[in-house]
């Protein structure tokens, strides 16, 4: 005997005979029950269709189902097929054309839902309490709200028309109950595990608004939603998500914190954007007037908008002058503009201390009356010169608060 092909040696081509026997036996590729594929048609024998599905691998497909009205196959031996794999028994693969069709659409169905086949149906309409779905072969189904995976905020009038996987729920006489849960699930899990790896805390990804909420969104980041929370949507204070975002909408977030065993990722928009505080020691140097924007009011003051994502507060103790106020309320409303000076800038914990503009100005005045007599200018004998007549002024302005609060 040949020494090469005693050994199972290569051939002239390089190939190796025991692989090519082994790859003779083998199926093309390990295919998923109801996993669509197109396959050529190689032979048609009195019950089966005979079907090329790669490889040396061969799939059946019931003839009846390809039958028209006279009874006679409506293909030909050489056609392509789009198929559905169901299930392989003694090593032959076994397919449909379209599960729900013809006179053994009942049957396919309860073999789809004893195997765990998924079945495509296009939904068709609303009713009561969930959607009328219409499989590929023109049997109608129903499937309930509760199993088609919705959020509770989402509009359900956007998937009419739409042709979605299915799980037979239940196949009977009467009815026939379709259900998503199951498939969405696997899909979440699925793109759960392909984010694992990928995503860490600090990531940038890119997502699509899903849900809009009083306390956020919820983004969207490859098949797995994260919650983008109101405090993360921008630097300003945010008084209405949907101001601000909208269903359906792209946006760039930051992962901030992952939790995979609870199931929770967090996310940032704010934080994509140039922090406004960075610059806040140049933009509004102490010392300086503004114009603001009374934001909100909160018992010990009164917080005032100066640009955007940047809020000062005037202490209590600050808004009445000379008066002693309950409430800051009794100065100043909120959306009123009002003239400020800042005080002081702690950029670190993003803080600004601010004056109410008359005041700043009384205390400027002061100060340079203060100053002009220490240089001794109009240091003149005779009177009490320029610290006196400043000193008069304020014992005057102190005067007229008083009479304000009588």
Same mark, same amino acid.
């Given at each position: 005997?040949?020494?090469?092909?005693?050994?199972?040696?290569?051939?002239?081509?390089?190939?190796?005979?025991?692989?090519?026997?082994?790859?003779?036996?083998?199926?093309? +590729?390990?295919?998923?029950?109801?996993?669509?594929?197109?396959?050529?048609?190689?032979?048609?024998?009195?019950?089966?269709?005979?079907?090329?599905?790669?490889?040396?691998?061969?799939?059946?497909?019931?003839?009846?189902?390809?039958?028209?009205?006279?009874?006679?196959?409506?293909?030909?031996?050489?056609?392509?097929?789009?198929?559905?794999?169901?299930? +392989?028994?003694?090593?032959?693969?076994?397919?449909?054309?379209?599960?729900?069709?013809?006179?053994?659409?009942?049957?396919?169905?309860?073999?789809?839902?004893?195997?765990?086949?998924?079945?495509?149906?296009?939904?068709?309409?609303?009713?009561?309490?969930?959607?009328?779905?219409?499989?590929?072969?023109? !049997?109608?189904?129903?499937?309930?709200?509760?199993?088609?995976?919705?959020?509770?905020?989402?509009?359900?009038?956007?998937?009419?028309?739409?042709?979605?996987?299915?799980?037979?729920?239940?196949?009977?006489?009467?009815?026939?109950?379709?259900?998503?849960?199951?498939?969405?699930?696997?899909?979440?899990?699925?793109?759960?595990?392909?984010?694992?790896? !990928?995503?860490?805390?600090?990531?940038?990804?890119?997502?699509?608004?899903?849900?809009?909420?009083?306390?956020?969104?919820?983004?969207?980041?490859?098949?797995?939603?994260?919650?983008?929370?109101?405090?993360?949507?921008?630097?300003?204070?945010?008084?209405?998500?949907?101001?601000?975002?909208?269903?359906?909408?792209?946006?760039?977030?930051?992962?901030?914190?992952?939790?995979?065993?609870?199931?929770?990722?967090?996310?940032?928009?704010?934080?994509?954007?140039?922090?406004?505080?960075?610059?806040?020691?140049?933009?509004?140097?102490?010392?300086?007037?503004?114009?603001?924007?009374?934001?909100?009011?909160?018992?010990?003051?009164?917080?005032?908008?100066?640009?955007?994502?940047?809020?000062?507060?005037?202490?209590?103790?600050?808004?009445?002058?000379?008066?002693?106020?309950?409430?800051?309320?009794?100065?100043?409303?909120?959306?009123?503009?009002?003239?400020?000076?800042?005080?002081?800038?702690?950029?670190?914990?993003?803080?600004? +201390?601010?004056?109410?503009?008359?005041?700043?100005?009384?205390?400027?005045?002061?100060?340079?009356?203060?100053? +002009?007599?220490?240089?001794?200018?109009?240091?003149?004998?005779?009177?009490?010169?320029?610290?006196?007549?400043?000193?008069?002024?304020?014992?005057?302005?102190?005067?007229?608060? !008083?009479?304000?609060?009588?």
């Amino acid at each position: 005997m040949n020494k090469e092909r005693a050994s199972g040696g290569d051939n002239e081509n390089g190939e190796n005979f025991a692989d090519m026997l082994a790859e003779s036996y083998r199926e093309p +590729s390990r295919l998923e029950p109801g996993q669509k594929i197109e396959a050529a048609i190689v032979k048609i024998t009195a019950d089966w269709v005979l079907l090329e599905v790669g490889g040396k691998g061969e799939g059946y497909l019931d003839k009846r189902e390809l039958l028209g009205p006279d009874g006679e196959p409506t293909v030909k031996e050489g056609d392509k097929l789009r198929v559905y794999f169901l299930r +392989s028994v003694n090593g032959e693969m076994h397919f449909t054309s379209k599960i729900g069709t013809g006179p053994a659409a009942r049957a396919q169905l309860e073999e789809a839902r004893r195997d765990g086949v998924p079945v495509e149906a296009a939904i068709s309409r609303e009713a009561g309490g969930g959607f009328e779905v219409v499989l590929g072969g023109g !049997a109608r189904a129903f499937c309930p709200y509760s199993h088609m995976g919705l959020r509770r905020d989402e509009n359900k009038a956007d998937y009419i028309g739409r042709t979605m996987t299915f799980e037979v729920l239940e196949c009977d006489a009467r009815r026939i109950v379709l259900s998503r849960k199951g498939i969405v699930e696997k899909e979440r899990r699925a793109a759960e595990e392909a984010l694992r790896s !990928a995503l860490e805390e600090g990531s940038r990804v890119k997502g699509t608004v899903t849900s809009i909420q009083n306390f956020g969104a919820f983004v969207d980041i490859g098949g797995v939603e994260g919650l983008l929370p109101v405090s993360e949507i921008a630097w300003t204070r945010t008084e209405k998500v949907s101001d601000r975002l909208s269903v359906g909408q792209a946006v760039e977030v930051v992962v901030k914190r992952l939790d995979w065993d609870k199931g929770r990722i967090s996310l940032s928009l704010k934080d994509i954007l140039p922090d406004p505080w960075d610059q806040a020691g140049e933009k509004w140097t102490p010392g300086a007037y503004y114009t603001g924007t009374v934001s909100r009011l909160a018992p010990f003051g009164a917080f005032v908008t100066l640009g955007e994502g940047v809020d000062g507060l005037i202490h209590i103790s600050q808004l009445g002058g000379d008066r002693r106020l309950q409430s800051p309320d009794e100065a100043v409303t909120v959306g009123q503009s009002i003239e400020v000076r800042v005080e002081s800038v702690d950029r670190a914990n993003k803080k600004i +201390s601010l004056i109410p503009a008359e005041v700043g100005r009384e205390r400027d005045e002061d100060e340079a009356a203060v100053k +002009s007599y220490r240089s001794g200018e109009n240091a003149e004998p005779q009177g009490l010169g320029t610290f006196g007549e400043a000193l008069k002024a304020q014992m005057e302005r102190q005067g007229k608060a !008083a009479r304000r609060t009588i």
